[in-house]
T-cell receptor, first 114, second 114 residues
Framework: GAVVSQHPSRVICKSGTSVKIECRSL??????MFWYRQFPKQSLMLMAT?????????EQGVEKDKFLINHASLTLSTLTVTSAHPEDSSFYIC??????????FGQGTRLTVV | AQSVTQLDSHVSVSEGTPVLLRCNYS??????LFWYVQHPNKGLQLLLK??????LVKGINGFEAEFKKSETSFHLTKPSAHMSDAAEYFC????????????FGTGTRLQVFP
């Protein structure tokens, strides 16, 4: 089946620094990718829709300047958490839609800001 | 607007006994419905999906779900639980047909006791 790879799986950073998370569709092209955030013991909340070659569409309440999304190619979308703070610590998951209509998720990235 | 409600936050069963995870949906359109499983600190794996074909959907690992329009339900079942089934399960509905934006339920944590 289609594979979506997310990197890194875990990252620890200091407050005030920026962290980049990559989401790659390994064996298919994805014009649209999605970024989700999951708080401990809670469900996934859609943060933004990443569109190749255009600006991302953010969900209400998500800070565009805090969470920068770049979808530079049909196989790569990146999420950069800028000036990270402890409250940004969370589990971030991306997904990509295959041409057949299936949605495939990355393995997730656990971000810890200290 | 689409929404999905998972009626139980926790379900505990003994190994070898049946599993029932409940999900009700609300949708203005003909919905596509999914069940995903998430093991600790892992990404999401698709168990099964309903997309207006057969109402009884069979998935991986012995799971199945039945779409009941009259009850607006999409409950997940398995005849005999296995220890490896212990995980978080999410019922998911598409936000708007064709956009692939997913709305997640709050999740049900399944515990399996020996």
């Amino acid at each position: 089946g289609a594979v979506v790879s997310q990197h890194p799986s875990r990252v620890i950073c200091k407050s005030g620094t920026s962290v980049k998370i990559e989401c790659r569709s390994l064996d298919f092209q994805a014009t649209t990718m999605f970024w989700y955030r999951q708080f401990p013991k809670q469900s996934l909340m859609l943060m933004a829709t990443s569109n190749e070659g255009s600006k991302a569409t953010y969900e209400q309440g998500v800070e565009k300047d805090k969470f920068l999304i770049n979808h530079a190619s049909l196989t790569l979308s990146t999420l950069t958490v800028t000036s990270a703070h402890p409250e940004d610590s969370s589990f971030y998951i991306c997904s990509a839609t295959h041409g057949t209509g299936g949605t495939f998720f990355g393995q997730g990235t656990r971000l810890t800001v200290v | 607007a689409q929404s999905v409600t998972q009626l139980d936050s926790h379900v505990s069963v003994s190994e070898g006994t049946p599993v029932l995870l409940r999900c009700n949906y609300s949708s203005s359109y003909s919905p596509s419905l999914f069940w995903y499983v998430q093991h600790p600190n892992k990404g999401l794996q698709l168990l099964l999906k309903y997309t207006s074909a057969a109402t009884l959907v069979k998935g991986i690992n012995g799971f199945e779900a039945e779409f009941k329009k009259s009850e607006t339900s999409f409950h997940l079942t398995k005849p005999s639980a296995h220890m490896s089934d212990a995980a978080e399960y999410f019922c998911v509905v598409t936000l708007v047909t064709g956009t692939d934006k997913l709305i997640f339920g709050t999740g049900t944590r399944l515990q399996v006791f020996p």
